[in-house]
């Protein structure tokens, strides 16, 4: 079986803004069905594409309403009066800036518990962090020195024991050595160049270049020996400083090249530390600067919801006069609450039947058909002008009877000028205010019970509503009666 809802709703509806984020189609007619197999499967669709149970659900909130005598869920729910009133009212807007503003007051304080937590934190390793500072500052550690103390602490230790190979090397190598061999060598040569016919060019030139490198070694093995040369108490004080700076890194748990950025890190607590109770002072004013915004915004709201309290009140009060209840008080009730996004006000709808009988909610103080009536009333005043609305009452008129049900179905069939209404009935008084009919039957067939609803039409209606008056049998007074209803 399948049951199907078509919708025909305006651009703004927010049912498409459901249908936007579950990414449905967002044609301008709106069709919901629910199938369920043989097998005991249910499945849902909205416009032919399958969604969940629970997008149509949300769907359904934003078409239909349902209301009954013993519904918990809508108008006899306290804790949703208070958006009944702000709709009444159209505070909306106020309503949104209260929110943004108890966004604010929550962000603001959050902060300020963040900064006293972080503040609190650093407080308590103050002593440690001052003494790390200063240990690092004795020393100031420097990116890559930790790696060139090192090469400079080897090259000092093994140059004892290479030295005096390298100073032999340079007095070979020298004017004494094969430096000043070669120039000999080359001045002898070119003494005797003119008479050789050419053939010491080639040598001579070859000699030239030898001496260009062989300064070029002397050179570089003097720089050498010079490096070399070291004060042994030099040696003595790249130890201890490489030793210092490694002993550091492990104190903390670093590199040794990243204990500069670790002294900054340090340092950035110990400002913060300093600016710490400035910062929370900052911060502690801004929160009372937002709660007080707050508080402006929430009186501004509650006293338009007293306004509105006052105009739904004198609204329901006279639509409960042609229900036949002119002497019932009904009341909107404003009472203080803990501050939260919504306000600080707590809305209760509250009635006394009967003169001089206490006031009380309305749930536990009306009866069935009192209960039904003040729903009614409650209904017409707070739909207003709302066109397209769905809203379906079930059996909404039981408990009533006569004129009573004559006014139930007159109201009714206001509330139907500004949007769709179904209504589930046994009083004829209410059904033959209805536009349209459908009969809900229920009969027996091979030990089975079947449910069918059938529409009315022209004369079936009159007999529909004529049997509603006289029972099985239906007679020409109770034919003409119904016309009677039907035609007032």
Same mark, same amino acid.
């Given at each position: 079986g399948q049951v199907v809802a078509t919708f025909d709703r305006p651009p703004t509806h927010p049912a498409r803004a459901v249908r936007r984020e579950a990414g449905l189609p967002q044609d301008d007619e709106l069709i919901l069905r629910r199938v369920n197999g043989a097998d005991g499967r249910k499945t849902a669709w909205v416009n032919d594409r399958r969604c969940s149970g629970e997008v149509l659900r949300r769907l359904s909130e934003t078409l239909v309403e349902l209301h009954g005598q013993h519904d918990d869920r809508g108008l006899l729910n306290p804790k949703g009066h208070r958006d009944l009133l702000d709709t009444y009212g159209d505070l909306g807007g106020l309503r949104d800036t209260v929110r943004a503003a108890w966004r604010d007051v929550a962000a603001r304080r959050k902060a300020l518990e963040a900064a006293e937590v972080a503040l609190a934190k650093v407080r308590a390793e103050e002593d440690f962090l001052r003494h790390a500072v200063g240990e690092l500052d004795a020393i100031d550690p420097q990116p890559g020195e930790e790696a060139e103390l090192d090469t400079r602490r080897r090259m000092m230790q093994s140059g004892e024991r290479i030295r005096e190979d390298i100073a032999r090397a340079a007095q070979v190598l020298g004017h004494e050595g094969a430096e000043g061999s070669a120039a000999d060598a080359l001045r002898w040569l070119e003494g005797v160049a003119e008479k050789a016919g050419g053939q010491l060019d080639e040598p001579i030139a070859a000699i030239g270049r030898a001496l260009v490198e062989l300064d070029e070694a002397a050179s570089g093995v003097t720089r050498c020996l010079d490096a070399l040369s070291f004060n042994p108490l030099e040696l003595e004080e790249a130890e201890e400083r490489l030793f210092a700076i490694r002993a550091l890194a492990r104190k903390h748990d670093v590199l040794p090249d990243d204990l500069c950025d670790f002294a900054d890190a340090l340092r950035r607590q110990i400002a913060a530390l300093d600016q710490g109770d400035a910062d929370l002072r900052a911060l502690g004013a801004a929160l009372s600067e937002a709660e007080a915004t707050y508080a402006r915004a929430a009186e501004a709201l509650s006293a338009a919801r007293k306004e509105a309290a006052t105009a739904l009140d004198r609204a329901v009060t006279a639509e409960l006069?042609?229900?036949?209840?002119?002497? &019932? =008080?009904?009341?909107?009730?404003?009472?203080? $609450?803990?501050? %939260?996004?919504?306000?600080?006000?707590?809305?209760?709808?509250? #009635?006394?039947?009967?003169?001089?009988?206490?006031?009380?909610?309305?749930?536990?103080?009306?009866?069935?058909?009192?209960?039904?009536?003040?729903?009614?009333?409650?209904?017409?005043?707070?739909?207003?002008?709302?066109?397209?609305?769905?809203?379906?009452?079930?059996?909404?008129?039981?408990?009533?009877?006569?004129?009573?049900?004559? &006014? =139930?179905?007159?109201?009714?069939?206001?509330? $139907?000028?500004? %949007?769709?209404?179904?209504?589930?009935?046994?009083?004829?008084? #209410?059904?033959?205010?209805?536009?349209?009919?459908?009969?809900?039957?229920?009969?027996?067939?091979?030990?089975?019970?079947?449910?069918?609803?059938?529409?009315?039409?022209?004369?079936?209606?009159?007999d529909e509503i004529a049997r509603m008056l006289s029972g099985e049998h239906i007679t020409p007074e109770a034919c003409a009666a119904a016309e009677a209803l039907m035609g007032g």
């Open positions: 006069a042609p229900l036949k209840m002119e002497r &019932a =008080v009904f009341e909107t009730r404003l009472t203080a $609450a803990e501050a %939260g996004p919504s306000g600080q006000d707590e809305v209760t709808f509250s #009635v006394a039947t009967n003169p001089g009988a206490p006031a009380g909610p309305l749930a536990k103080i009306a009866s069935g058909g009192e209960l039904s009536r003040f729903l009614l009333a409650l209904k017409v005043c707070l739909t207003g002008t709302d066109s397209g609305l769905t809203l379906i009452f079930d059996e909404i008129d039981r408990g009533v009877g006569g004129a009573t049900a004559d &006014a =139930v179905g007159r109201r009714l069939a206001q509330l $139907a000028k500004g %949007g769709q209404v179904l209504v589930v009935t046994h009083s004829p008084q #209410v059904a033959a205010k209805a536009a349209h009919h459908w009969r809900v039957e229920k009969r027996v067939e091979n030990d089975q019970t079947l449910s069918t609803v059938r529409p009315m039409l022209n004369g079936d209606r009159v």
